[in-house]
């Protein structure tokens, strides 16, 4: 160590010196949330940079616990503001627990082009909602929908509103008690989803009738997952069909050990399993690949006309009440 020379201030790395194309990429990898949120809040120059529509076709606000923080912060405006910024070239919009009918409506008349949209734990979102949502957004290949409710009709009309839809997740929680068969959203699917490829039903209660409909109403089905889905006697002619036309089958009592959620099975006397609702938040996830050893928040002291900006931990706070979309120019 005692060899070790000491770094010049010339190879000092200065940030705001980086190209915008540089920067642009950067911030691609942060992801729309953590744009808003801390990214723009450094500089004028990566302000400006923030703006860029390209930066906000993927808007993911799933599994951020750290912003719900004692409701610190208004989530619903930060979506609506990471959509204005898309300027329509929204692809995916994903959602955990704030997504409301309000939200999703407002996507809709923004992202005429969306070809994804996951919900999970979004039970404020309508069936009218949804639906409005599939009609303008015909170009729709992914929907995710997981611990949400939904009536059957709902997917069937959402499925005949597009029909380019090739990914369906319908996902809730598993139980064996009370015993319940319902095969209404199986056969709602066979019906309305033709060119499905990728299918998942964990914790459905269809039952063997319901997954004979799919198999004939989906010819293309290449992956179905059936894991917990305790009504579905998968034996004999049905388990042989299943296994030589699908590519990929996950079976009723297969292992949830890669699946994002709680698989905790509930009964009759537990009917809330504790957490199934959430997915696990992994605090410890880098936020980046590149090697940005800085923090954020720290490189906005000292910079240009800083003093003069609105942070965005401002702006999406509930203490800005009387802000207004002209705090985002």
């Known amino acids: 160590m005692e060899n070790e020379t000491p770094i010049s201030s010339e190879e000092i790395r200065n940030w705001l010196e980086l190209p915008p194309d540089v920067l642009t990429h950067i911030f691609l ?19 400006r940079v923030s ?20 409701n610190m912060y208004d989530m619903e405006k930060m979506a609506r503001e990471a959509v204005d910024r898309s300027c329509g070239q929204l692809v995916e919009f994903s959602v955990e627990h704030f ?7 407002y996507v809709a008349d923004k992202s005429v082009s969306l070809r994804c949209l996951r919900l999970v734990s979004c039970y404020q979102v309508s069936d009218d909602a949804l639906i409005t949502l599939a009609k303008k957004a015909v170009m729709l290949e992914e929907l995710e929908i997981c611990y ?48 499905l490829r990728r299918l998942h039903l964990f914790g459905n209660k269809l039952t063997n009738v319901g997954l004979r409909a799919i198999l004939d109403g989906c010819l293309h089905l290449e992956s179905l997952d059936l ?15 299943c296994r030589e036309r699908l590519i990929k089958l996950r079976l009723p009592n297969d292992s949830t050990d890669d699946y994002e959620f709680s698989a905790d099975i509930a009964d009759e006397n537990y009917p809330f399993s504790e957490g199934s609702d959430f997915s696990g938040f992994d605090y410890d996830n880098e936020f980046c690949d590149l090697d ?28 800005s009440a009387g802000s207004s979309s002209e705090d985002f120019d």
Not at 178 to 191: F, G, K, L, S
Not at 307 to 319: K, T, V
């Open 148 to 195: 949400c409710s939904f009536s059957e009709e709902v997917f069937k009309t959402v499925g005949k509103a597009c029909p380019q839809l090739k990914s369906f997740r319908l996902n809730s929680q598993g139980f064996r008690r009370p015993h319940m068969e319902i095969d209404d959203e199986a056969i709602a699917i066979a019906e309305s989803m033709p060119q």
């Open 227 to 241: 894991r917990q889905c305790f009504n579905v006697n998968l034996e004999g002619n049905l388990l042989k069909s």
């Open 29 to 47: 990898k942060l992801g729309a949330i953590d744009i808003l949120f801390r990214a723009q809040s450094v500089c004028s120059a990566w302000r």
């Open 51 to 70: 703006k860029e529509p390209l930066l906000f076709r993927f808007i993911d606000m799933r599994n951020r616990w750290d912003l719900f923080d004692g």
């Open 292 to 319: 940005l050893d800085f923090e954020l928040a720290d490189l906005s002291l000292g910079f240009d006309n800083v003093g003069d900006l609105d942070l965005g931990y401002h702006e999406f706070g509930y203490c």
């Open 99 to 105: 997504g409301t009918h309000e939200l999703v409506e």
